[in-house]
C-alpha cells in the first residue's frame, strides 16, 4: 500500500496524471490482492492529496487529477458496474457516506428521511464549502426532532427542500456526482450506527443512478425550501 501511496504523491507533484502514469498505477493495482476497503482507503487518501496541494492557481489542474485518479479506483460508468454493500450496528454504513461525500466533485442529491449524525452533517458543509453543488430533501416533521442537523446545514448556506404534508418523504437515498448511488434503510443517525440493524447499497449502476436522480428532481420540483 505504501507503494502505491507513494506513486500517488510522486504524480501530484505536477498536478497532472499522465498516460503513462495511469497506465503505471492500473498495473500496480493489477498485481495486488486489494479488497474493497483497500480502494476506500485510496480513494481516501487520493482526496487528501489533492485537497492538501490544491490552492487557487492550480485548483482545475489538481481536481482533474483527482478526477482521472477516482476513474481508476472504480469501474467506468457506461461499460461495468460495481456494487458495495454495507451493514450497522456499526462504522460500516456510516464511513460509506462520509467517504462518498468526501470524494465529491461536483454534485451531491441527498434525499433521506432525517440528519443528525454530526459526523454526517460536518462532511455535508464540507463538501458544501469546497463548492460542490448540494442539495437535500428531507421529511418536514423529522426535521422538528431534537438534535436534527437541517436547520445548521440551512444555516451554513446549503439548499434544503421538505415536503409539507401530513405524510412523510421516507427515502433514503443519495447520488454523489451524478455516478454513485447509496440507497438502502439506513437513517443518517448515530441511532442507526450504534444500535440498528441497517443497510446501504452502493452502485455506479447507469439506469439505476439515472431512475434515483429523476426522482430526486421531481420531488425537489414539488416541496418547498426549509426557512425555519
Not at 21 to 42: A, I
Not at 52 to 58: I, K
Not at 166 to 176: E, I, L, P, S, T
Not at 177 to 198: C, F, I, P, Q, V
Request: contains cysteine.
Amino acid at each position: 500500500m505504501q507503494e502505491l501511496i507513494a506513486y500517488l504523491e510522486e504524480s501530484i507533484a505536477d498536478n497532472a496524471f499522465s498516460r503513462g502514469e495511469k497506465r503505471g498505477f492500473k498495473e500496480m493495482l493489477r498485481q495486488r490482492d486489494l479488497q474493497k476497503q483497500d480502494y476506500d482507503f485510496l480513494r481516501s487518501k487520493v482526496f487528501d492529496l489533492a485537497m492538501a496541494r490544491a490552492n487557487t492557481e492550480n485548483y482545475a489542474h489538481v481536481i482533474a487529477w483527482l478526477e482521472e485518479i477516482n476513474k481508476t479506483l472504480v469501474p467506468k460508468v457506461g461499460t461495468t458496474s460495481t456494487e458495495q454493500v454495507y451493514f450497522s450496528p456499526g462504522d460500516d454504513c456510516l464511513n460509506a457516506i462520509r467517504q462518498q461525500l468526501r470524494s465529491a466533485i461536483s454534485t451531491v442529491r441527498i434525499c433521506v428521511f432525517t440528519i443528525s449524525d454530526d459526523r454526517i452533517t460536518n462532511e455535508i458543509k464540507s463538501a458544501h464549502r469546497r463548492g460542490v453543488s448540494v442539495r437535500v430533501l428531507t421529511d418536514n416533521d423529522k426535521s422538528l426532532d431534537l438534535g436534527s442537523d437541517i436547520e445548521e446545514l440551512v444555516r451554513d448556506g446549503v439548499e434544503v427542500k421538505m415536503d409539507n404534508t401530513r405524510n412523510h418523504m421516507h427515502h433514503k437515498f443519495a447520488v454523489v456526482d451524478k455516478e454513485y448511488l447509496m440507497t438502502g434503510s439506513y437513517n443518517w443517525t448515530r441511532s442507526a450506527a450504534n444500535y440498528n440493524h441497517e443497510n446501504i447499497l452502493l452502485t455506479t449502476d447507469k439506469g439505476v443512478v439515472r431512475e434515483y436522480l429523476k426522482e430526486f428532481e421531481k420531488l425537489w420540483r414539488q416541496m418547498d425550501f426549509y426557512h425555519g
